[in-house]
């Protein structure tokens, strides 16, 4: 059976603090979802949070994880720049990045897409509803026309990410807005995956579709790549070309300076 | 008439201390750039190189720039970081950057793809065709079906960048490989395009072929963006929903836990 | 100044059948779009309807149009083969194509698509924002965040379309459905626009953010193609290679059969 | 284990005709592709030829395809519009598409990407070299950097293509042309790999990295869809709104006709 190592990483600090937080997710978000995950085929689950040494995001613990899953919001900027540098090169040697909900403002999703991952929002309860927009996708198996959440907080456009290399979900919000909700692309050797549900004041992640999406996000993220093909993260000097060079009218040094 | 406001930084480090590339490029490539530049229609034309204070990227010039081109080989580590976001900033705000060469590898470039931008390369002075795959784009415009170099570097596949939004030139070289020499993306408010041409020991930037594609990529990457649109670069709290929203059954603090 | 020469298709049965729909569009919707269009700087309009011989689109008529606007509904299937041939041998040459609405089931619209170009509707007079995603796209230029429009048919998801090359407008329904307003794509030397906005029975080509956008599509959609670059639409034999070839060891009838 | 069941059509005409041609293939290019098909876990296959009824490509046959494979070049004309619209039709629906060197010119292939799909070619039996410019795709699995053939029919660019999802190959021509050799698209339900590699005058299809490569594309193109999902190509009307819509100050005829 194929095998699924996941590492979730929650910053821990909302369910620590906040009293009705705590209630919701005694054990935190990431073990509310890892607990869904250990159920899957193949699944394996190793949780990191803040508060660990290297945020519980050691080379070894990464070298040995198929998909990384993200959730944070108030302490992005407590992420160490360089347990970011070495969740990047890990991606781009082939591990899957899962971002969830405030995730999208983090050192590492920023990192991966080159822009501002700004959007707009409003805290008020209300219903979303996520509509699948690609139903072919190996994200969105097992759905159907849409994902419905009854209290929410809302995000709209416009997000300023790079142009998803496919959409999946776009959501529809009560109070009069959308946004694109699912969105993936490759970068490096890495699949990106971020989805818009979770915040830590619903009990969004005991929705079983939002779970389901979550767990197919996974199966889709790891790299099934191939190892022996050169190049992608070194720049190596080839020396001998392939074809015989033609001989050169060129030599170094003895080039006259054309006329402009 | 349209204006076009032009900087042009070259890390300006060969040119100072090769003694051959002293001669091909007296007053350094950037400026052999900026003589074509200047006789086009509308375009002033700026200079910033490494050694400069701010390495002559300072606020007040990025904001009086609408494209910014980069041209960097061995000092890329010399850039500073602080000037690297400042640049990024910009860039998110409708800033053109048109990145040539070996700059492929300097920090905005990656910052800007989120990827390591490697490839393999070979120093063989060989023949170089970049092929016309997109005739119909502003910045192909006034070409034949390819341009030819007689003396290059050569840059192979695989080049580490995300799928480019739309993929301008691919190059043959005579040694045997191929390369994606003409890209570009869409980031925030800003385009990017990469242009491979460029070597510091070869007469490239008096070729009137690839000066010709690089002032068309200043026509393309100008901004010409909505500055009235809400969200790109900020995350604004929008608390008024446009739509009225339903009574809520939720209330903050009296939810149950729901069972796993 | 640039000129745009556009001619707007439009079926005109509704109008002509339907004493409601002709109060509201006396001459046509495609001349209410066409009013509004006669003003911009360096616009002409030509009209062509179905009645016409060649329902307005002979050969000399495709000739001179920058940009061809289509709307239809109830007759799409009295439009001739042939004459959605010699559109689509336009489109690939360079002729931009604007689809409105209904126009998405039409001949040519699935012809350049390859798809279904399916979705869902409703008729209730329900109230639709059109959500700019994309604010620094040329269409998109001089709206505010969103358009919006107090009755409309809603058209929800899946919409069956290729991926857009970019996703400009995503509607927001008050019913519940979300939709992908506006869409781009390139086919051949071809540009090409789809917008949702325009059904028969309501006044939406009399508001004038609907008409800005389609007046900004026209100049997005006119060609600005190189007609010097080879190969576009023909399938030439080049029979002199460009480098001299190596002496081969396969002859024509000699080569044995390999084992399998 | 997963069930793959590919049709093969082959016009197969050169073969019948051309004394060579049978040589080298002696039971038609379809057989030889199948023979190495029908080795591979889970695959089963079935033949498809022009002289058929229905050039073998019954409904009842494409209903029980996962996966069609096709090849044609001088008898593209003679496939029926009727057959055509079939397969289109199945492939929205979710029935993978792989198309081989010379059907870039066939009748599926254009109608699917809506484009003349024109490239220049040159018969000089020249040395071909597949770069593999994604490495991490599906398709690309099990090869090395790249693919080399000594004798080719030489494919230049400009290839009239939608700009493809993904770009997998690209050629490398000893005479001095380049190639997309390898891409996908998706449409509708459906998944597109076209192919580059294939002549019928050389022993292409007995090369064991162009049979792994079609193999990969069978893996791939297999439609792994929701077939619960609503909408791909039918039109519904979807009459209830979910949301409870507003009072409307629109009644049908009575309103006033805007000024323009």
Not at 28 to 43: N, Q, S, T, V, W
Not at 188 to 204: A, C, D, L, S, V
């Amino acid at each position: 059976m194929e095998k699924y190592r996941v590492t979730i990483y929650n910053e821990f600090v909302h369910e620590k603090k906040n009293e009705f937080v705590k209630k919701l997710y005694p054990k935190g978000m990431h073990e509310a979802i890892g607990d869904y995950m250990k159920k899957e085929p193949g699944f394996s689950v190793n949780y990191a949070t803040l508060d660990m040494p290297d945020h519980g995001l050691t080379q070894e613990v990464l070298d040995n994880t198929d998909v990384l899953m993200w959730w944070g919001h108030v302490a992005h900027g407590q992420v160490k720049d360089e347990i970011v540098d070495r969740v990047q090169t890990r991606i781009l040697q082939g591990m899957g990045l899962i971002v969830m909900h405030s995730g999208h403002m983090s050192k590492i999703f920023r990192r991966m897409m080159g822009t501002s991952c700004g959007l707009c929002w409003r805290e008020a309860a209300e219903r979303e509803r996520l509509w699948v927009v690609n139903p072919n996708h190996q994200i969105t198996q097992g759905l159907g026309a849409y994902i419905e959440l009854p209290n929410v907080e809302m995000y709209g456009e416009v997000f300023d990410i790079p142009e998803p290399d496919e959409l999946l979900f776009i959501s529809w919000f009560e109070g009069g807005e959308v946004f694109r909700s699912g969105c993936v692309w490759h970068r490096g050797r890495g699949k990106i995956f971020y989805f818009r549900p979770g915040h830590e004041t619903f009990p969004i992640f005991y929705n079983k579709d939002v779970l389901k999406v979550l767990a197919n996000g996974v199966r889709w993220a790891k790299f099934a790549g191939n190892t022996e093909a050169r190049g992608v993260i070194e720049c190596p000097n080839v020396k001998e070309p392939l074809e015989k060079l033609s001989p050169k009218d060129y030599k170094m040094g003895e080039i006259e300076h054309p006329k402009a």
